[in-house]
């Protein structure tokens, strides 16, 4: 597995660094934007949306997180079936189910509503966004159902999807985790980084034509 992390940048300097590598890095092997897309999310904000913008408990926030990381891997009937067993009944007759929903399927910034786009937890993403796309990455999108399921990510969370249709899944992921370094007995350090596993790469390069032609 190909890592690299950024320690001791604790502004969004640090995830524009990195998410810029990750596209330099495709760039270099001769893919185009269009053969995948970079997607970011912001787990304060998810952590906003489970449990103020819904209210619910320490134990709920966090079975539906780990229900919206397995998302894309099933049925819209399925997941809301499963987010209905989380939900308390008043919460479900409070209308969480449609609000959460209307959240976690928007493609943009611009489809939240009025409230989310202008609350603060928002704001490290909106502006990384921007930066980003002032720096020639216009493949990079906001996703809410981005979670990352480790439960050690602070801030910024991102995965790069590959778009060929044989191939559509989260090649590679990161985010930032200040608090990690923290729990191995030393100072906490603010950190930045992904991972990104070779057979995914592999695969990916083979679907788009990008392996060279190897003379043994």
């Keep these: 597995q190909f890592n690299v992390d950024i320690f001791g940048v604790a502004d969004s300097s640090g995830e524009v660094e990195i998410i810029t590598l990750v596209d330099k890095a495709f760039k270099f092997f001769g893919a185009k934007s269009g053969d995948y ?3 970011l999310n912001d787990r304060k904000f998810v952590n906003y949306l489970l449990n ?5 408990d320490e134990a709920s926030a966090h079975s539906v997180g780990k229900l919206i990381d397995r998302m894309n891997k099933m ?8 987010l209905d067993e989380i939900l308390t009944p008043e919460q479900k007759k409070s209308g969480s189910t449609e ?7 928007a ?11 202008s ?8 502006e990384i966004l921007a930066d980003l796309k002032s720096a020639g990455i216009n493949n990079v999108v906001f996703d809410p159902t981005v979670m990352r399921g480790f439960d050690y990510y602070t801030g910024i969370v991102f995965e790069v999807n590959d778009n060929h249709p044989d191939n559509n899944r989260s090649m590679l992921g990161g985010g930032r985790y200040d608090g990690l370094v923290g729990l191995f007995g030393v100072a906490p350090v ?13 695969n990916f390069l ?6 060279p032609d190897l003379v043994s």
């Design 52 to 56: 103020d913008y819904i209210e619910l």
């Design 107 to 117: 493609k943009s910034l611009n489809e939240l509503s009025a409230d989310l786009r």
């Design 37 to 39: 897309t970079i997607k």
């Design 75 to 82: 049925d819209r009937s399925d997941f809301i079936t499963k």
């Design 99 to 105: 609000k959460l929903l209307a959240v976690l399927e």
């Design 206 to 211: 083979e679907l788009h034509n990008l392996l």
């Design 190 to 202: 603010p950190t930045v980084g992904f991972g990104w596993g070779d057979v995914t790469l592999q």
């Design 119 to 126: 609350n603060e937890v928002l704001s490290d993403l909106t």
